[in-house]
C-alpha cells in the first residue's frame, strides 16, 4: 500500500510552508535543507489514430494529501500566433512537477514560434519531438521532473504521439498513460487500444489461437475510451480527479473540450 | 472478480525475486472443498498459509461433517492472521467461492494481519495489484457471464 501514499511528502523532509520553521537542533546547530521537485500528482493520456490525435489529462493539482487548485491545466497549445496560440497544430501535455511543466512548455513554445519567424514554415511534429528531447536531455543533471507527451499530425497526416521520460527518451507510440495513474490506465490502454491479450473467438486452442489484430480506431471511440480511463482512475487514485481535459488535433486544428469528474 | 451466479480466481504462475524469476510453475491458488485460496507475497509464507490452512479446513470437515463456507473461510484466515499481528506472515490472500447454502458467489481480500476486504466487485493483490485495480475498475460492470 505504500504506493499509494507516494505523493505524500517525504518523512521528516523539508516543509514546503513557511509557518514550519526550522526549530534549533538540541546542540544548538541548524539545519537547513531545500528540496527543489514536489510531485503535484495528476495524470495525462495520449492516443494517435488514422488522421487524429487526441490528448488528455485531468485538472487536480496536488501536494500531498492537499488540493492546490480543481483546475489547473496539463495540456498546453504549441507554436501558432500570439499569446493563445491560434492556428497552433502541436499539443504538449506534462505532469510530474507543474512548475517544471509550466517552464519546460514556456521554452518549447518560444522556439517553435521562433522557428516560424526565422524560417517562414510550420515545425513539422517529428522536428518539434526531436526538439524537445533535446531541451529534456540539456538539463541531464538537474532535470525538469515531468513525463511530457507531444501529439500532432505527422507529414502524411497521421496522427503523431511522442512520450518522453524526464531526460528526454523519446518514442513514437499509438498510446501513452503517463503521471499518477499510469499504471493504472496503461494496462487498460494495451487491452482496449493495441487490443493485447485479445484473441479471436473460436480461432483454435494453444498455438492455433489467433490474436486479434490491431487497428487505428475511430475518433469518437478514442474519446468515449479517454473518459472510461479517467473515471476508471478517479475511483482507484486520491490525486486524479476534478475535471478532464481534452484536446482533439486533426487536419481542421485543436478541438477542446472539458468534462467535469469526481470531485473526491 | 464476481459475475452472474458466479465467482472468478486467476493467478500467475511466477516465483521470482525482483527482476529474476527462478520459476515459471508456481501456482498461487489452492482449493479447500468450494473455497479458493489465493496467496500472494513471500513464497515461503504462500506454502506455509496455503499448509495450514489445509489442515484447519480439514479438521473443520471432521468436526463439522460438512465443507467449510467462504464466509466462515474469511473469518479463520482473518482470525489465524491476526493470531501473528506481530510477526505476520508475508501473504495477502484472496478468497472466491460459492456458498453451498445460498448460491451466492463471494469474494474478499485481507491484508497481512487479517483486515478484511469485503468486495462485492473484485479483489486484487501482489505485484501488479496497481495495473489489476485499472484493468478491473475499466472493465468489469455487474452481472458479467464467461464467455
Redesign the interface.
Known sequence: ?A?VFSGAPPQGGPGYSFTQTPRAAPSGERQHGFYPYTDNGGSTLGISGADFTILAGDTRSTSGYNINTRYAPKLFKIGGEGPDNKGAQIVLSVVGFAADGDALKERLDTIVKMYKYQHGKNMTVSACAQRLSHILYNKRFFPYYVHAILGGLDEEGKGALYSYDPVGSYEREQCRAAGA?A??????LD??VNFKNQYM?GSGTGHNLQARQAQPLPQNDVEELVR??FT??V??HIEVGDGLQMMIITRDGIAETFTPLKKD | MVGKDCVAIACDLRLGMQALTVSNNFPKIFSYGDVYLGLTGLATDVSTVSDLFRYKVNMYRLREERNISPQTMANLVSSSLYERRFGPYFVSPVIAGLNQTTGKPFICGF?SIGCIDFAKDFIVSGTAS??????C???WEPDLVS?
Open positions: 500500500m504506493s495513474a499504471s493504472l490506465i496503461m494496462p487498460f487491452n482496449q473467438p472510461d480511463a476508471s482512475a475511483e482507484r | 491484508d496497481d495495473q489489476l485495480f485499472g484493468t475498475e475499466g472493465l464467455a
